[in-house]
């Protein structure tokens, strides 16, 4: 944890209660609920992570780091360029970057930085292949998460070299995982499709944009006069290293709005770095390995439990799917771990007869499959997705 030790801090860095405090709160609260009537984020601690991080674009002038936020998700249709479409309208300085070259990119970004905005970025770094070609991006990405990491590059006919900035808050919306560095400098938002029953209103640009506009016009006005404020503060951090590096500057507008929300954003903090701490790497995309789960159960009837050997046997023996084949010798143990760890799902221990031994349950499947599968006919047939 740090302590307020910066010289000064405790003076000159606290905020006016009566000036700033609630009234960042009020604001802060119109913002979620404004983000939650369009989009249905993953949990209450990730949108509230949301929320902050637009606040926090706000305040840049005041960041050592720029946290990244990294909407990602295992299949189309989770939210993601939904919640891209809100950030762009309440974001300081908006600066679209589909398909764009990352020299353009950098030469927008200026010593007072925009919020880039990054969507589809799966077709930037989705395949090594497509990765390999888009290293500069990644790694203008990597640079500008710290303050005064520059991009040199000759300019003009004389090839004079010219430092470009790097810094600057960005959001990437994807399919599957970014690249391990930039996830590494994100706050992570693992959206999901929405279930049977969750309701979104529809947006729309032109009818719905001017009030994010007016949000977005009232959190610039209560934050900007905080900018000195915010430079000095060091807020205890429940979390240490990177993590405290890219969550603080969230951690610290929470603590100038007051209100409730100190104490959530440390717990969004530690709830959703933790989750992301036990998550396995580079987890393939892939909603197959839920539907073949689900064919397995069912053939097992009334059966509530299996252990990982009768669920693989049963995965990796079936002639028609891909398991057999996966890695060296069949689906392994760790391999349907990390593949299910995207959904949120792990292994426990079940009762086999009257043994004891690791595998899964069938109700810790049961809200994935009714978010990336087809609904399953009584006799078995998947019949077409209806959401």
């Not at 049977?196 to 006069?225: C, F, M, N």
């Not at 959904?343 to 221990?349: F, R």
Request: net charge negative; glycine share 6%.
């Amino acid at each position: 944890m740090n302590d307020n030790t910066h010289p000064g801090a405790e003076h000159a860095a606290q905020p006016d209660p009566a000036a700033t405090a609630d009234h960042g709160a009020v604001l802060l609260d119109q913002l979620k609920a404004a983000m939650a009537r369009f989009v249905i984020l993953p949990s209450d601690e990730a949108l509230d992570a949301a929320v902050l991080w637009v606040a926090a674009t706000h305040l840049q002038p005041s960041w050592q780091h720029a946290p990244r936020l990294a909407v990602v998700g295992p299949a189309k249709r989770c939210g993601k360029s939904r919640l891209l479409d809100i950030l762009t309208e309440t974001v300081h300085n908006p600066v679209i970057t589909v398909n764009s070259t990352a020299a353009a990119v950098f030469r927008s970004i200026t010593e007072e930085p925009p919020t880039l905005l990054v969507d589809e970025a799966d077709t930037i770094f989705g395949t090594p292949k497509q990765a390999e070609k888009n290293e500069e991006m990644r790694g203008l990405l990597n640079a500008g998460h710290q303050r005064d990491r520059y991009v040199l590059r000759v300019v003009g006919n004389d090839h004079t070299p010219h430092r470009f900035h790097t810094f600057a808050m960005a959001a990437l919306a994807g399919i599957g995982d970014l690249p391990d560095t930039i996830m590494d400098r994100s706050i992570v938002i693992r959206m999901r499709r929405r279930a049977a029953g969750e309701r979104v209103s529809p947006y729309r640009t032109k009818r719905d944009s001017p009030a994010l506009h007016e949000i977005r016009a009232r959190l610039a006005q209560w934050a900007v006069p905080l900018t000195d404020q915010a430079l000095l503060l060091e807020p205890p951090m429940p979390v240490e290293d990177r993590a405290a590096d890219t969550w603080e500057p969230l951690v610290i507008v929470a603590d100038l709005a007051g209100g409730t929300w100190p104490d959530r954003a440390r717990h969004a903090c530690t709830s959703m770095v933790s989750a992301e701490a036990e998550a396995e790497q580079d987890n393939p995309s892939n909603a197959r390995i839920l539907a073949d789960i689900r064919r397995v159960f069912h053939a097992k009837g009334e059966q509530e439990q299996l252990s990982t050997d009768d669920l693989l046997h049963a995965l990796n023996s079936d002639p028609e799917a891909p398991w057999a084949e996966h890695g060296r010798g069949g689906l392994t143990p760790r391999g349907l771990s990390a593949m299910l760890r995207e959904y949120g799902i792990s292994s426990g221990n079940v009762r086999v007869g009257d043994i004891q031994r690791k595998g899964y349950t069938r109700t810790k499947f049961t809200d994935a499959w009714k978010r990336y599968c087809p609904a399953v006919h009584p006799l078995g047939t998947p019949q077409a997705d209806a959401g």
